[in-house]
C-alpha cells in the first residue's frame, strides 16, 4: 500500500468509501453486511487506514453498519471521516443533534476526519450564515478533542469553493473533490485544484472512476491507453492519473464487491504516475469522450446580451453538458436549485435570438429543451 504524509501521520492513498457498498435485492438501505465485512477485512489487511462514511450514504445506514465493522478493530489502527449533511438544507440547525447522533451511530468517541458536506450553488449562502452556529460549533468539536482534523467536500464551482475558503479557509485543513480525468478540464477540477493549491491544502479525492463510467470505456477508447501499458485496466489508468498531481493524500473509491477491492488494492500496491506522453494520451480520451456527448459552447457570451429571458446561457449549458456526460445525476439539479424558476432551462422561449449570434453556431433552444425533457421539468 501507499501511504502519504499528513500533518505526521501516514494516510493509506486508498480509502474506502462507503456510499456503494454491496447491497440486498438492489435495495440501497439494506447494506449487505456480510459482504461489507469481508471487504473491510480485506482492505484492513492490505493496509488500507482510512475509511470514509456519511449521514446519507444508504439512507443512513452506512455509518452505522461502518460502526459496527470498524468495532471490531483497535481504534488507533484506522482514521474515520464523516459529515456534517448541508446537503439538505433542513438540517442547517441542527448541526449540534446530527453530530452527537453521528458519535453513536459510528460506535466512536471522535471523528479523525469531518466535513462540511457537499459545499455548492444550492446551499453555499446557507453554510456561511454564521445563525446556523455549524463552523462555531464544529470549530468547538475541534477544540474538544472530538474533531481531530477539519476539512470540506465540495461539489460546486471554483466561485462557490472560493467564496467558501475566504470565509472559512483558515481554518480547513483539507478539501474532498470530485476529480478524475474527465473533470480535469470538463468540471475545471485542474483550477480548483490550484485554488486549493494557493490556500495550501491538500486535495482528497471522491469520484475517481466519475460513478464506475472511467471503468467502462470501450475498447476502442481504451486502445491508445493500451498501447502505452498492455497491463493497466481502464480503472488503473484512472487512479495513476490521480498518482500523477502531487496534491492528492487520499483517493476514496466506492467499492461495491471484494473483486473491484482486489483490483483496487493491487494498482495502488506501486506508484505508477504517468509520463507526459501517457498524459496526452489519456487526455486525448478525455476529449474523445466529451465530443461525443457535449454543446462545444466557448462561454463566450454573445448570446447573454440578445436573450429576452435574461438567460445565463453558457452556465446552462455548462450543466446541460454536465448532466448529458453523467447520465443524469445530481450535480445538475442540485445546481439548478439556487436559480428562480425565471432564469431556469424551461424559461426559454425558443426565440431563437441567442443562435443568430452564437460563433459556434450551437442550437441552443433545442439544448435547453433537451435540458428540460432529462430534469423531467
Given at each position: 500500500m501507499i501511504?502519504k504524509d499528513?500533518?505526521?501521520m ?11 457498498l ?9 447494506i ?9 477485512a480485506l ?9 470514509d462514511?456519511?449521514?446519507g ?17 483497535p481504534?488507533e ?6 459529515k ?8 442547517m440547525?441542527?448541526v449540534?443533534?446530527i453530530?452527537e447522533?453521528?458519535?453513536k ?18 446551499n453555499i449562502?446557507?453554510y456561511?450564515d ?9 470549530m468547538?468539536?475541534k ?6 482534523h477539519?476539512?470540506?467536500s465540495a ?15 483558515k481554518?480547513?485543513?483539507?478539501c474532498q473533490l470530485?476529480l478524475?480525468?474527465?473533470d ?10 490550484e485554488?486549493?493549491r494557493?490556500?495550501n491544502?491538500?486535495?482528497?479525492v ?15 477508447q ?12 481502464p ?5 495513476r ?6 496534491d492528492v ?6 467499492m461495491?464487491s471484494?473483486?473491484?477491492m ?6 495502488f ?5 504517468l ?7 489519456l487526455m486525448?480520451?478525455a ?17 447573454v ?8 446561457i ?8 454536465e448532466?448529458?456526460?453523467?447520465g ?6 442540485m445546481a439548478l436549485?439556487a436559480?428562480?424558476?425565471d ?10 435570438s441567442?443562435e443568430a449570434?452564437?460563433p ?6 433545442e439544448?435547453?429543451?433537451d435540458f428540460?425533457k432529462?430534469?423531467?421539468?
Amino acid at each position: 500500500m501507499i501511504y502519504k504524509d499528513f500533518q505526521g501521520m501516514k494516510l493509506s492513498a486508498l480509502g474506502m468509501g462507503t456510499m456503494r457498498l454491496p447491497v440486498v435485492d438492489g435495495d440501497d438501505s439494506r447494506i449487505d453486511e456480510r459482504t461489507a465485512a469481508e471487504m473491510v477485512a480485506l482492505a484492513m489487511k492490505n493496509g488500507v487506514n482510512y475509511y470514509d462514511t456519511a449521514w446519507g450514504y444508504h439512507g443512513g445506514q452506512s455509518e452505522v453498519v461502518m460502526g459496527r465493522l470498524l468495532k471490531d478493530y483497535p481504534r488507533e489502527s484506522f482514521y474515520l471521516a464523516t459529515k456534517f449533511p448541508g446537503y439538505d438544507l433542513s438540517n442547517m440547525d441542527k448541526v449540534e443533534e446530527i453530530f452527537e447522533e453521528q458519535l453513536k451511530k459510528c460506535q466512536t468517541d471522535y471523528f479523525d476526519f469531518y466535513l462540511f458536506h457537499n459545499v455548492c450553488e444550492m446551499n453555499i449562502d446557507a453554510y456561511l450564515d454564521k445563525s446556523h452556529g455549524i463552523h462555531r460549533y464544529l470549530m468547538e468539536q475541534k477544540a474538544a478533542g472530538r474533531i481531530r482534523h477539519l476539512g470540506f467536500s465540495a461539489h460546486g464551482s471554483y466561485e462557490v469553493i472560493r467564496r467558501f475558503l475566504e470565509a472559512y479557509g483558515k481554518d480547513m485543513e483539507f478539501c474532498q473533490l470530485q476529480l478524475n480525468y474527465l473533470d480535469w478540464e470538463f468540471q475545471g477540477a485542474k483550477s480548483k485544484v490550484e485554488l486549493l493549491r494557493e490556500w495550501n491544502l491538500p486535495v482528497w479525492v471522491m469520484e475517481p472512476l466519475r460513478g464506475g463510467q472511467l471503468s467502462r470505456i470501450t475498447p476502442a477508447q481504451a486502445a491508445p491507453l493500451t498501447a502505452l501499458r498492455p497491463g493497466e485496466t481502464p480503472s488503473a489508468w484512472a487512479f495513476r492519473f490521480l498518482q500523477t498531481l502531487p496534491d492528492v493524500v487520499v483517493t476514496l473509491s466506492g467499492m461495491s464487491s471484494l473483486p473491484q477491492m482486489e483490483e483496487n488494492l493491487a494498482t495502488f500496491g506501486e506508484e505508477k504516475p504517468l509520463n507526459s506522453q501517457e498524459w496526452e494520451a489519456l487526455m486525448g480520451v478525455a476529449h474523445g469522450m466529451l465530443r461525443e456527448n457535449v454543446l462545444p459552447c466557448t462561454a463566450c457570451r454573445y448570446c447573454v446580451s440578445h436573450c429576452p429571458q435574461g438567460l445565463d446561457i453558457p452556465t446552462l449549458l455548462a450543466l446541460y453538458n454536465e448532466h448529458r456526460v453523467s447520465g443524469g445525476g445530481f450535480i445538475a439539479p442540485m445546481a439548478l436549485m439556487a436559480y428562480p424558476e425565471d432564469k431556469k432551462p424551461g424559461a426559454c422561449i425558443g426565440c431563437r435570438s441567442c443562435e443568430a449570434v452564437c460563433p459556434q453556431q450551437i442550437k441552443i433552444s433545442e439544448g435547453l429543451a433537451d435540458f428540460c425533457k432529462l430534469l423531467g421539468a
